[in-house]
């Protein structure tokens, strides 16, 4: 009897679903972040999908420290690489008390750990966990996500949270719900969606992509029920408050198209690469031109710069280019690679040179307002790494400058075709979940009561 209600308990993934009012609510938060704390608090297990620099960090910690309060025990920080290392200066600066560690040693409070050492650690040891970034949990087939899950299963508090481009992206949903204790991925599917072959197949077909949409009646259903758990937010005033207190700098793209000596086997003339292959061609022959581009537009301005590379090749002819660079690569280890990121966040390096998916989640680069691209197919790797620099905290417009060829012009037009199909998504996603928490576009300094009683 004892398997099969740990059987059931598996499937199901519920914690207690019940929270607390908090009692820990410094002043030092932002109106809307005191809500989002507030709400994520009394919910006890709950998405937290708000946009890059709206101040995921204090609300993670007042969260976590109102747990550890109320309950007397342990609460789990995970964050990403060299993330930790950042969390733990502005758990200082916000008095909240926290201890770093990489061992699997459960310290009094709230323990910092980077993903990485999750196996290290042991779930009975916690009474709460946190995930910073938790776009990191996305992939429904992730090692990541199982190991993220598995650790969360038995926790009656948990918090996710996420800057992700589009978080109505359902596959990731799916398994936020399923890390929170709530519907499993496919159960999501099977209640609110169908898909073209009315079955419960994922994935691909003959290399394309299986597509899910909602069900007609489930429409509303669907989105009451991920408001019941989650809240996205790009701006305070989406949440109903006022959004004068976080006014960006201006974001200046700038596209550099660049003139190269190479036309494709079988070809007169340069043109536009056309698939994965052909392109992958086009950067590899114009690597020089491109690597030399970004070193001209860099060097000698004596002012901070963030380089994102794709490649290896790529990112180490960048740091021939630049001399005063740094560069993090995946075959540096995970202390030297944290070393370097912290380097150049605390200033102390001039130029960064990095790939996207190694440090374009979580850190903070606010002194630096140039930031250069070569264009990919991933607009959030896009998306999070121009955020690195444009966000709360930056004091000049952050110009970003985009190299490309002539042959890569399908790839930039990709990437800004996803760029508006993002936004259009966050869009709808912030709109369904206004109107099913009653929530509309006037500020709370002009209307009394926005919040259903009910929720």
């Not at 200066?89 to 990485?116: L, M, P, S």
Request: with cysteine; glycine share 8%; aromatic share 10%.
């Amino acid at each position: 009897m004892t398997g099969y209600a740990d059987f059931l308990q598996q499937k199901t993934q519920s914690g207690t679903g019940a929270g607390f009012e908090p009692i820990f609510m410094p002043d030092y938060l932002f109106d809307y972040q005191a809500y989002l704390v507030e709400w994520s608090l009394r919910t006890g297990r709950a998405a937290n999908f708000a946009d890059c620099g709206l101040g995921k960090t204090p609300m993670e910690l007042v969260w976590a420290e109102n747990v550890v309060r109320k309950t007397n025990g342990k609460v789990l920080l995970l964050t990403p690489l060299a993330v930790g290392a950042q969390m733990v200066k502005e758990a200082e600066k916000f008095g909240v008390e926290v201890t770093r560690a990489k061992d699997g040693t459960a310290h009094r409070g709230i323990t910092i750990t980077n993903y990485e050492n999750l196996h290290h650690f042991s779930p009975a040891d916690f009474i709460g966990c946190v995930g910073d970034e938790s776009s990191i949990i996305k992939s429904f087939a992730g090692i990541r996500r199982g190991e993220v899950t598995a650790f969360m299963r038995h926790l009656p508090y948990r918090l996710l949270a996420s800057a992700t481009a589009a978080p109505n992206d359902f596959i990731e949903l799916g398994t936020t719900s399923e890390a929170l204790g709530y519907l499993g991925h496919m159960d999501m599917l099977n209640r609110f969606f169908k898909n073209e072959l009315n079955n419960s197949a994922t994935g691909r077909i003959r290399g394309e992509v299986i597509k899910w949409r909602l069900k007609g009646h489930a429409e509303q259903p669907f989105w009451q029920w991920v408001c019941s758990w989650a809240r996205a937010v790009r701006k305070p005033s989406d949440l109903g408050f006022s959004d004068d207190a976080l006014v960006l700098p201006p974001l200046l793209e700038q596209q550099h198209e660049i003139d190269v000596e190479y036309t494709p086997n079988g070809q007169l003339f340069p043109m536009a690469a056309v698939g994965l292959k052909e392109q992958r061609k086009e950067r590899n022959a114009t690597i020089i031109e491109r690597c030399q581009k970004v070193a001209d537009l860099v060097n000698h301005t004596g002012k901070p710069a963030l380089v994102w590379c794709h490649g290896n090749d790529e990112g180490d002819l960048l740091e021939k280019l630049i001399p005063d660079a740094v560069q993090v690569a995946g075959r540096h280890s995970d202390e030297d690679k944290e070393e370097k990121l912290m380097s150049f966040a605390e200033n102390k390096s001039r130029v960064l040179i990095t790939k996207p998916k190694i440090g374009a989640w979580g850190l903070n680069f606010q002194h630096c307002n140039h930031v250069t691209f070569f264009p990919s197919h991933s607009y959030e790797q896009y998306y999070q790494g121009v955020r690195r620099c444009w966000r709360f905290g930056q004091k000049n417009p952050v110009h970003v400058d985009i190299i490309t060829t002539e042959g890569e012009r399908n790839v930039l037009k990709n990437l800004q075709r996803k760029s508006k199909q993002a936004d259009e998504l966050f869009s709808n996603l912030v709109a369904e979940m206004q109107n099913a928490l009653g929530i509309d576009r006037v500020t709370r300094f002009e209307k009394e009561e926005v919040i259903p009683s009910w929720l």
